[in-house]
């Protein structure tokens, strides 16, 4: 008997496998053909169903069409492969085996699916599900007299037809309309029949079953054609929509932004139903196991009573929150809890998931990792290391660089804020504080943020459509929904502060107005937002740095005694760890110093020295030092700038307490200095006592087409070489200064704009020739170096030549992308949106560096300096130097540090530690935090 059986599967599983490839992949009862490492194939939440399946959780019994039948289906003018209907019967029966059920059953409990998307990452809002497929005119009277619950099988039914009949039918709002067409037709049911609105759990089965003809009349009235009955139509049907549905416009939109290829494809999720509105022992939720808001280790979530799940999150009925699940269904809750720990344990992350109460039992439906705030990464990070559940590897990791500026968003004003007035509270949903005026529409939002106003978006609910306007906003409210709606999502996702269902703010979009506590808001007024607390205030309220910068930058000791400090300070110091490249800062101040170094800057990459002319009355030597027809009348000019840059360089030396400091010499053109209106040359004429028609002159002499690519850079101490003397001599008289005050110096002298070897020779002898002197002079030694900027292609591919003459090279990405490119960063503005669009630009070049262009320079000049001067150092001192990507490419060519503006050094820091973990360059943990089990082994061990 045994072995008759086995040879019989064996020649099943012979047939299936010369059917050529498998596109179903079944999960249930404790088994499955996938598992969680399988989402390219399977898509996240197959995959993960899979997974949760293996580890013995509650999962009801399903099966995933693979995301290869998708890319099929593109490639196939939209067809399916010919194995796939009898690869779906035998997932279906499968199904059937488990749940006792049978699809299409017009006697017994009819088998309902859930027919359901699953991109590898999840896409909010872009895909659509449709619940309780199987149901017609005939199954929906046996579902009725099995559980002998006639409303729950009419109300599914109802609910049925109206999700097929939108995402597979098409039956959807037309342009003009202003609601749904089902959403209208139940709208207008209620009133005839009730003279007021219902929540839809209220309605009876003889509401559902009139609901249910007046449904099915307009499907027949939209789309002239009756709904489906066959439950094999409707499968395939559902299963298409899926399919096509990763090319609808929303989709792509949503891909787009995220960088995520079309040819990914999709793979669709066929599965059991459960029921979580059989009546109040049921009910749907979705839940995170700890606080994706602030990150406190508690379930956070919302649940609805006898409720399927589309409930909780479509923000039509407000739900509660999942602890209150405690009294009304508290075995199931207990054992959400256990499957907390359980899913928290295998996946090591905080899981976002998705559940369904039937009757009291406690279904699974979905987990994945989920989305949080980067004050609840930072904590979730930290508390998973202490409970060794992660590494301090993973936990750098689990911290995005590019959200970490978020830490150190400003707060409200404490004494500002007391002064006005609350008028509303909603759920707090994106940490942080934020005060701008209110538009009621995306369009409106987004064109006065364009105008440079800070915006607040206020919108009943968000929906993808809104996305325009989330972006450009500083903060979202909205008046419906819970902390699980769109504009939640989405809103932690992008960082932004965010309070949801704010019940008590109404909401007029004819009128652009919004009423709240008593008062009348106008579009344009100001509201304030607190994405912490869930408060609504009544006008502007100014805002104040967050702990991170008071504790480290001004020493608050209050700010230091707070757990969110602590953590960041053992992130950054995990960070130091992690890797060798360090990061330093471009700034041109004691101040700016002072926050790079609290920040852990190695040190200055760039001092701009021109920024040091405009203070106060230097602009009139610096004037008179332009406009100086000789040399005597230049070296006189430049005589009195002097004693003004020792004692910058002497306050910046001072400050950086012996860290080094690269400072460029002048860079811009000449004319950036001179007054361009009339009023301001006649004003000059008269202080320094020349005929204003000399000034004009002069003005015009300079006035350059292009001066970018003008007289600029070396080029000017090339012609007034007395320009680069008096600087250096200021550069090492304050050296002198510091040793004898002894400060320790490490000036880095950096001449810009070099693209012949020639160029940076003759600038170097007159550096060294003033450092000798200054030091026979002041009778002191100091070290120092002499370097250039990369920053003109010419200059990459003859760094070899260059660096007989540099002791370190710094990439200047900024002039080096406008130079490799072609393209002035000012004048993009034109084409840019064009450019991204149309896949040119992957990014702004400007912000994230052109690593295949761009990059390949950097890469010759690096290879090339290194020929000729092996220990030569490399660095970074572009925008760039701040954005993570880059930072990551910039780790890969070996460079000595990155040089960022002071707030982002934390930014480049963590950037720069993912780098090396990522590339298994950072040192590796001593022995394994996890005892991470192989999906196989679980298997086995469920399978006993
Ligand atoms: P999304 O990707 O938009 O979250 P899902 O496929 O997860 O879409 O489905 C949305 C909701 O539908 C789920 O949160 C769940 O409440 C409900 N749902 C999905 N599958 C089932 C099922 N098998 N039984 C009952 N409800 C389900
Ligand atoms: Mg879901
Ligand atoms: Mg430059």
Redesign the pocket.
């Known amino acids: 008997m045994a072995t008759r059986k086995k040879t019989a599967k064996k020649a099943a599983r012979k047939a299936a496998s010369t059917k050529g490839p498998k596109y179903v992949y079944t999960w249930g009862n404790g088994k499955a053909d996938g598992h969680g490492k399988m989402k390219e194939l399977l898509g996240g939440?197959g995959a993960n169903l899979a997974e949760m399946t293996l580890i013995g959780l509650p999962v009801?019994a399903?099966f995933t069409i693979t995301t290869e039948v998708c890319t099929y289906y593109y490639a196939h003018k939209r067809t399916y492969p010919s194995t796939l209907r009898a690869q779906m019967e035998a997932g279906i029966a499968n199904m059937e085996k488990i749940m006792g059920y049978k699809f299409g059953d017009s006697e017994g409990f009819p088998l309902l699916v859930?027919v359901?998307?699953g991109a590898r990452d999840?896409m909010p809002g872009m895909?659509?599900?449709v619940?309780n497929l199987g149901l017609n005119d005939k199954t929906v009277e046996a579902l009725s007299k099995a559980t002998d619950n006639e409303r729950f099988a009419w109300d599914c039914y109802r609910r049925f037809i109206q999700m097929y009949g939108d995402v597979v039918l098409g039956v959807q709002k037309r342009e003009g309309e202003d609601h749904e067409p089902f959403e209208e037709v139940i709208e207008s049911f209620k009133h005839e029949t009730y003279g007021k609105d219902i929540v839809d759990s209220d309605l009876t089965a003889e509401d559902n079953k009139e609901l249910v003809a007046r449904f099915k009349k307009l499907v027949k009235d939209r789309t002239g054609q009756g709904f489906p009955e066959d439950p094999w139509e409707q499968l395939e049907g559902a299963a298409g929509a899926v399919f096509s549905s990763w090319m609808n416009d929303r989709a792509i939109v949503y891909r787009r932004k995220y960088g995520i290829p079309a040819a990914w494809g999709t793979a669709v999720?066929v599965?059991?139903?459960?029921?979580?509105n059989t009546g109040t022992n049921s009910g749907?939720g979705?839940a995170f196991t700890r606080n994706p808001a602030n990150g406190e280790n508690e379930l956070y979530g919302e649940f609805l009573v006898n409720a399927?799940?589309?409930d909780?999150?479509a923000g039509v009925r407000t739900p509660d929150p999942v602890s209150g699940m405690e009294q009304a269904l508290p075995q199931a809750y207990k054992d959400l809890l256990k499957v907390r720990k359980i899913l928290e344990k295998h996946f090591t992350d905080v899981q976002d998931v998705?559940f369904?109460i039937q009757d009291g039992k406690l279904?699974m439906?979905?987990t994945r990792n989920g989305k949080r705030t980067a004050a609840a990464a930072l904590k979730f990070s930290m508390d998973m290391n202490k409970e060794k559940l992660i590494d301090w590897q993973t936990a750098v990791l689990r911290n995005p660089a590019d959200q970490l500026d978020q830490l150190l968003a400003p707060v409200f004003d404490a004494a500002e804020l007391k002064k006005t007035p609350e008028i509303a509270k909603g759920l707090p949903a994106g940490p942080g504080a934020a005060s701008g005026k209110i538009y009621l529409n995306a369009d409106r939002a987004a064109a006065a943020a364009n105008k440079g106003e800070v915006v607040l978006l206020v919108r009943v609910e968000t929906s993808p459509e809104d996305l325009r306007g989330m972006i450009a906003a500083e903060g979202i409210l909205t008046s419906r929904g819970g902390v699980s709606s769109h504009a939640a999502l989405v809103a932690r996702q992008m960082g932004k502060v965010c309070i949801c269902g704010a019940s008590g703010i109404e909401i007029d979009y004819d009128k652009k107005t919004v009423k709240a506590g008593g008062q009348s808001f106008k579009e344009g007024d100001y509201l304030s937002i607190d994405g912490t607390t869930g408060i609504v205030y009544g006008g502007q309220v100014a805002t104040e740095p967050s702990e991170i910068i008071t504790g480290l930058i001004n020493g608050k000791k209050s700010s230091q005694n707070t757990e969110k400090f602590q953590h960041f300070v053992q992130l950054m110091d995990w960070c130091a760890k992690a890797t060798r490249m360090g990061v330093r800062t471009n700034a041109d101040t004691p101040e700016q110093v002072k926050t790079a170094v609290a920040f852990g800057a190695e040190g200055i990459g760039l001092t701009r020295t021109e920024h040091m002319f405009f203070e106060g009355d230097r602009i009139d030597a610096m004037r008179e030092m332009i406009l100086a027809d000789n040399e005597t009348n230049r070296r006189k000019a430049l005589k009195k700038l002097l004693p003004h840059q020792r004692k910058d360089f002497f306050g910046i030396f001072k400050a950086l307490e012996g860290k080094p400091a690269t400072i460029r010499l002048l860079d811009p053109p000449l004319h950036e200095f001179l007054p361009h209106t009339k009023e301001q040359q006649l004003d000059l004429a008269n202080k320094i006592g020349i005929p204003v028609e000399t000034i004009m002159q002069r003005v015009h002499e300079l006035h350059e087409f292009n001066p970018m690519l003008g007289h600029r850079g070396c080029r000017l101490a090339i012609s007034y070489p007395e320009i680069a003397e008096m600087q250096a001599q200021a550069i090492f008289e304050a050296a002198a200064q510091c040793v004898k005050k002894g400060i320790e110096v490490k000036p880095e002298v950096m001449v810009p704009l070099v693209g012949y070897a020639r160029e940076l020779e003759l600038q170097v002898e007159i550096i060294h020739r003033i450092a000798a002197e200054v030091k026979e002079k002041k009778g002191v030694e100091f070290d120092y170096l002499v370097g250039t900027m990369i920053e003109v292609p010419r200059g990459a591919v003859t760094a070899d030549e260059i660096a007989a003459h540099a002791q370190f090279f710094s990439f200047g990405t900024n002039d080096l992308t406008q130079t490799a490119l072609g393209v002035s960063r000012d004048d993009m503005g034109s084409f840019l949106n064009s450019y991204t669009e149309n896949d040119i630009y992957p990014r702004n070049p400007f912000a994230s560096l052109d690593t295949t262009g761009v990059g390949q320079l950097m890469e010759i000049a690096a290879a090339k300096g290194r020929e000729v001067r092996p220990d030569i150092k490399l660095g970074i001192c572009g925008e760039h130097g701040g954005d993570p990507d880059s930072v990551k490419f910039c780790h890969k060519l070996g460079l000595a540090y990155v040089s960022c503006s002071p707030y982002r050094v934390p930014v480049a820091r963590l950037a720069a530690a993912h780098a090396a973990i990522n590339d298994g360059s950072a040192p590796k943990a001593a022995k394994k935090a996890t005892k991470k089990k192989s999906a196989k082994k679980a298997a086995k061990r469920a399978k006993k």
């Open positions: 939440k009801p399903g859930a359901r998307s999840s895909m659509d599900t619940l999720n599965q059991a139903m459960v029921f979580g749907s979705v399927q799940g589309e909780v999150v998705e369904t279904f439906l979905q």
